[in-house]
């Protein structure tokens, strides 16, 4: 079965860091470019970043970039995004998602999430 | 960027069609794809590059494209149809852009 199941989420405090991450089965996890999209509470979805599939590529949403770093680990079928500086307009649900074609072809399968607060 | 422009409501009674539309001045030139989002649960890809309908998703979802509006339609609308549908393109930058979404009642 393809499955993506992110983790690492919690509550954090702003300026405090936080690693999440998305682990990948029932694929060829290092043929596909990667992507976290975020939904923060009663907003609508978000893209964060984009990772081709062997890292040459990355991409951030203007939001995130300089304190949100996107990397994966093709020998362990894993995504990362690296939060740093996090800020209350961070909190969200991160889903990590699996392009078809890198920026094209629409994002084919998706995690269930992991919740980010942010607050003091 | 670009922006994308979506309806923030539709009201379909079962069974009738529900059509959603997401427009932006350089869809000319890009994709859309489609998703639908219920509370809880991860986004599903419904439709992608304007009307392509991944295996698995029910016929009765379709995407057509005329000029800078794509239009998500579903026919014979059901109960369970009752979700959030967000159009998602990119730009060249490459940046993917998610409209503000459309919720649909049934």
């Known amino acids: 079965e393809v499955q993506l199941v992110e983790s690492g989420g919690g509550l954090v405090k702003p300026g405090g860091s936080l690693r999440l991450s998305c682990a990948a089965s029932?694929?060829?996890?290092?043929?596909?470019?990667m992507n976290w999209v975020r939904q923060a509470p009663g907003k609508g979805l978000e893209w964060v970043s984009s990772?081709?599939?062997?890292?040459?590529?990355?991409y951030y949403a203007d939001s995130v970039k300089g304190r949100f770093t996107i990397s994966r680990d093709n020998a362990k079928n894993s995504l990362y995004l690296q939060m740093n500086s996090l800020r209350a307009e961070d909190t969200a649900v991160y889903y990590c998602a699996r392009d078809v074609v890198f920026f094209s072809g629409g994002m084919d399968v998706w995690g269930q999430g992991t919740t980010v607060t942010v607050s003091s | 960027s670009f922006e994308l422009t979506q309806p923030p409501s539709v009201s379909v009674s079962p069974g009738q069609t529900a059509r959603i539309t997401c427009s932006g001045e350089t869809l000319p030139n890009q994709y859309v794809y489609w998703y639908q989002k219920k509370p809880g649960q991860a986004p599903v890809l419904l439709i992608r590059k304007d009307s392509e309908r991944p295996s698995g998703i029910p016929e009765r979802f379709s995407g057509s494209t005329s000029g800078t509006t794509v239009t998500l339609t579903i026919s014979g609308v059901q109960a369970e149809d009752e979700a959030d549908y967000y159009c998602q393109s990119a730009d060249p930058s490459p940046t993917y852009v998610f409209a503000s979404g459309t919720k649909v009642t049934v």
């Open positions: 029932g694929f060829t996890f290092s043929s596909y470019s």
């Open positions: 990772i081709s599939s062997s890292s040459s590529y990355i």
